[in-house]
């Protein structure tokens, strides 16, 4: 697994090493000058394409076709990618947590805690679903029935909006509340790894 790995390493620092450099900065940036620090987590939802384009790359060179003459077996090779984007999402999370309470001093800790949970768990969630399509579909339809399953997921969740008017009223401890959520989201990277890794078995090239 460890050659897997550092071969998508090397194709994401030759692509896109000066792209990722280009990202902190903005981010960073527009995050200084709107005093809304938060907006620097987008850039770890945005740096987790990275782990899709390195799809698209072995799509383009055929290499599924040849990493099945060599000794490793699928859940290596599903598990590198998801090592991988666990390689970029952690990282970036630590990051966006330490430049935000830089440009937010101010800030109870416990929010930033929260706030940083929360978007690790959603980019967690977002990626859990969208590999398993990007392996079984490809990277390009795999990235629309990803959008075509949000929208149908947030017009089936109109009607509860009622009801979050309620969370604000109940009390939670911020701390227990950011383990929960990324337990949540490391639950379900786990289980997509287990579908993408039978996805990919089954899959004839």
Not at 27 to 35: G, N, Q, V
Not at 49 to 66: G, H, P, R
Not at 150 to 175: D, E, I, K, N, Y
């Amino acid at each position: 697994m460890k050659g897997l790995l550092y071969k998508d390493f090397r194709i994401l620092l030759t692509s896109y090493k000066k792209n990722a450099v280009l990202l902190l900065f903005v981010y960073a940036l527009l995050a200084a000058t709107s005093d809304i620090p938060y907006t620097l987590y987008i850039l770890m939802f945005a740096v987790g394409l990275y782990v899709i384009s390195t799809l698209s790359f072995d799509e383009q060179c055929k290499w599924d076709c040849y990493v099945r003459t060599m000794p490793v077996s699928p859940e290596e090779v599903i598990g590198a990618k998801y090592l991988l984007g666990l390689c970029i999402f952690l990282p970036c999370a630590v990051i966006c947590l330490a430049l935000s309470r830089i440009l937010s001093a101010d800030a109870p800790m416990e929010e930033s805690l929260l706030t940083c949970a929360v978007l690790t768990m959603v980019t967690l969630l977002y990626y859990s679903f969208s590999l398993p399509l990007s392996i079984r579909y490809g990277s390009v339809k795999g990235r629309t029935a990803v959008l075509l399953a949000a929208v149908c997921l947030g017009c089936l969740l109109v009607p509860f909006r009622q009801s979050m008017h309620v969370l604000p009223q109940m009390t939670f401890s911020p701390v227990l509340l950011s383990a929960v959520m990324l337990a949540v989201g490391a639950l379900a990277y786990l289980i997509s790894w287990r579908v993408s890794t039978v996805i990919y078995a089954k899959k004839e090239y």
